[in-house]
């Protein structure tokens, strides 16, 4: 069985945050991936230490590149030419009046770790090559799904590692790449937004591109002849016997590991789907009754259940209503979009949908048309896949750094950061001190810059080896461009959000994400986001406090948070879904859950 909970309340602490309805647990290095290390080697170049390691197992392999000749030593010719796909001189760094610096690995000097100052190359977007691997002259480069950081080039200067890159967003690359031969791209550095976007959303790779399959009961749930929860989860495992055949697949091919989620909009149906409709409906005919349409727009439609269950619930209660009614659902999963096409206008048009119902194949972020009139915008769980920046704090001066994400030849991952930070992330850290201007992020508990300046200091001064950056703070700049095109393109809309306050097993960071993925009926979390690009999910949880003040910043709305219960306890019919013994799973699960509501 996918799924083994003694009780309701383990459910909650141990089930109800993921994705998906298995168990979870965390591999180690090599004794959990059940296969032997290659080959780890440390050595020293002058007064510093490096270390390699390999952990290989047939899990997911990706090919090295084809061995490129050497680059001209002169840098102003150094760029690539995209269009005939060969490699020509990089671009030349800027003067020595860039202030900027960049933070890569641990030097010694003084006696403490200091930060290796040097230029920040250029911003190249467009220039970048995707390389084909030759197993005829190189070995194949295995990937885990317990991946490490990766370092090969440490003998190289670390700035030279850095500036030997163009930098590269992850729309481009998208551009780059086809779905005959989707390269992931090799010799470039991304911001890490960009990096985590590539490997979430890449049309031909991504995450959400691959076998992501959302979990649907055949039929709804009877909770009346339902004893207690513990029996609802049994009966909820029950029902994933029909996937078992696809979740034991065997990972010969890695692009058919399946993926599969379970959001509570389709274990509650119709139920959860109807108490989001009567939140829609009293505050359109509080407020936009009859002078404007109900226009609903929904990002992430899924398997469209959401839809089904509002425009039903709409129809059979308020049919004048119903008439006035158009919803639209922008999904940025083709294959989401493709799988679940005919399936749903096939119902849609059976219970006479087909003319309220548009689907848009795209991102938000790629959202161009103004919608100037009155419209509900419904994100569930969306906001935990938004990209986020990563920012290292100087033990010195508290001063900000921003991450980068270094692929290099062989397709491995390295982190560097810079002072320089981008608009997006520069506007973050503005908008948090206007919001939150009582905000001491020295006392905020688990914050970076929350343990005590002399101590990181010492610690520094103690260890010659470690650097001079704090652990990683992770802030989400995809959300505050969210907010921007709700602002600009929707400037009549009022939204409503939920998902995660809270996520058990996060890598190191503050703020930082959960990265997992499905392999053999079991989820497995790793402890890094830099991952093969594609076969992980990740998600981040959502400071709603937070999140609420910046809306209410960038788009000049009351926003107001409620737990996933009180919402429900509000909006639902609480009898539709309580089992025998008078509990209720609907209400119950879910409590590291919120909403945001305008």
């Known amino acids: 069985m996918p799924l083994r909970v003694p009780a309701a309340a383990e459910l909650v602490s141990q089930v109800s ?33 490096f270390s390699t390691f390999w952990a290989r197992t047939d899990a997911f392999k990706e090919e090295p590149p084809v061995t490129q000749k050497p680059q001209t030593t002169k840098i102003q010719k150094e760029e690539i030419d995209l269009k005939n796909g060969k490699q020509s001189p990089r671009p030349s760094v800027p003067s020595k009046s860039s ?17 290796l100052a040097v230029p920040v190359k250029e911003r190249i977007e467009d220039k970048v090559e995707l390389v084909k691997g030759d197993k005829k002259q190189h070995p194949i480069h295995d990937y885990s799904v317990r991946p490490t950081t990766y370092v090969r080039l440490a003998e190289e200067d670390d700035y030279a590692i850095f500036k030997k890159y163009p930098t590269i967003t992850s729309s481009r690359v998208a551009e780059l790449t086809s ?13 890490t937004r960009d990096f985590i976007d590539d490997s979430l959303y890449n049309p031909h790779y991504g995450y959400f591109a691959r076998q992501a399959m959302i979990y649907s009961p055949e039929k709804p749930f009877e909770y009346s002849k339902i004893k207690s ?7 909820w495992s029950s029902s994933y016997k029909r996937y078992d055949k696809i979740l034991e697949k065997k990972p010969e091919d890695p692009d058919s590991i399946p993926q599969l989620w379970h959001t509570p909009t389709e274990l509650f149906q119709p139920y959860y789907g109807q108490a989001i409709a009567r939140y829609l409906l009293l505050n359109y ?27 039903d619930y709409i129809r059979e209660t308020h049919p004048d209503v119903y008439e006035r009614t158009r919803y639209n659902i922008i999904e940025i999963s083709g294959a989401l979009a493709d799988k679940q096409a005919n399936h749903l206008r096939a119902k849609v048009e059976s219970q006479g949908f087909s003319d309220k119902v548009r689907i848009y194949n795209k991102s938000i972020f790629d959202w161009t048309a103004d919608v100037p009139e009155p419209c509900f915008f419904i994100a569930l769980e969306v906001f935990d896949n938004f990209a986020h920046d990563t920012i290292r704090y100087n033990h010195i001066d508290n001063k900000p750094y921003q991450g980068y994400v270094v692929v290099n030849d062989m397709g491995d991952f390295e982190e560097h950061y810079t002072p320089e930070l981008d608009y997006w992330a520069e506007r973050f850290m503005n908008l948090r001190k206007e919001v939150l201007p009582d905000l001491d992020l020295t006392k905020v508990r688990g914050h970076p810059l929350s343990s005590l300046p002399l101590l990181r200091r010492m610690k520094t001064m103690i260890n010659p080896l470690a650097h001079d950056l704090t652990p990683p703070e992770f802030i989400p700049t995809r959300y505050i461009q969210f907010l921007e095109i709700l602002n600009k393109k929707f400037p009549e809309h009022r939204l409503l959000a939920s998902d995660f306050t809270y996520l058990p097993n996060s890598i190191k960071g503050y703020n930082s994400p959960v990265v997992q993925v499905m392999l053999r009926k079991q989820m497995i979390t790793v402890e890094t986001y830099m991952v093969l690009q594609g076969y992980f999910d990740i998600l981040f949880p959502t400071d709603f406090e937070l999140a609420a003040a910046l809306y209410s910043k960038i788009c000049g709305r009351v ?39 305008t």
């Open 99 to 115: 202030t900027s610096a960049l933070r890569a690995t641990s030097k010694l000097k003084g006696g403490r770790g200091a930060s």
């Open 179 to 191: 779905a005959k031969d989707p390269q992931r791209p090799k010799r470039v550095s991304m911001l």
């Open 229 to 235: 929860p513990d029996d609802f989860v049994n009966e």
């Open 285 to 311: 005919l509080v407020s936009l009754y009859p002078y404007h349409d109900l226009v609903i727009y929904e990002v992430g439609g899924g398997n469209g259940t959401l839809m089904l269950n509002i425009l």
């Open 559 to 597: 926003a107001t948070v409620a737990t996933h219960s009180s919402f429900l306890e509000q909006w639902a019919d609480l009898e539709a879904t309580t089992t025998k013994d008078g509990e209720n799973p609907m209400v119950t699960f879910y409590q590291n859950a919120a909403f945001l509501c």
């Open 17 to 49: 945050w993921l994705r998906l309805g298995v168990s979870s647990q965390k591999w180690s290095r090599s004794a959990a991936l059940r296969c032997p290390n290659d080959g780890s080697k440390t050595f020293r170049r002058g007064r510093r230490q």
